[in-house]
């Protein structure tokens, strides 16, 4: 059974900075793709940025330059650096890692960017 606990939201001023966690227990596995999306209110779960087991990245536009995505293959982890927050990047934030084929979330973390 594969479980993904995230930690690292809250809130913050704009211009701020947050980093998120996220860490897959459970059986021995090798993880795939690990990816952050993300779902403000009334809207959809984007994708943010995702990381592939050789270590490509990729950012959606809005937050190129701003967050970077890292993974840790030994703990099963991806962070999510975020800085230069703005208001629009708030949203709850869920991590999501795919493993033997299978997608797997994480419980979700808000992130609220306001003065």
């Known amino acids: 059974q594969v479980q993904l606990v995230e930690s690292g939201g809250g809130l913050v001023q704009p211009g701020g900075s947050l980093r998120l966690s996220c860490a897959a227990s459970?059986?021995?596995?090798?993880?795939?793709?690990m990816s952050w999306y993300r779902q403000a209110p009334g809207k959809g779960r984007d994708v943010v940025a995702s990381?592939?087991?050789?270590?490509?990245?990729y950012y959606t536009d809005s937050v190129k330059g701003r967050f970077t995505i890292s993974r840790e293959n030994a703990k099963n982890r991806v962070d999510l650096q975020m800085n230069s927050l703005k208001p629009e990047d708030t949203a709850v934030y869920y991590c999501?890692?795919?493993?033997?084929?299978?997608?797997?979330w994480g419980q979700g973390t808000q992130v609220t960017v306001s003065s």
């Open positions: 999501r890692m795919d493993i033997n084929y299978q997608a797997y």
């Open positions: 459970g059986s021995r596995f090798s993880v795939n793709s």
């Open positions: 990381i592939g087991s050789s270590g490509s990245t």
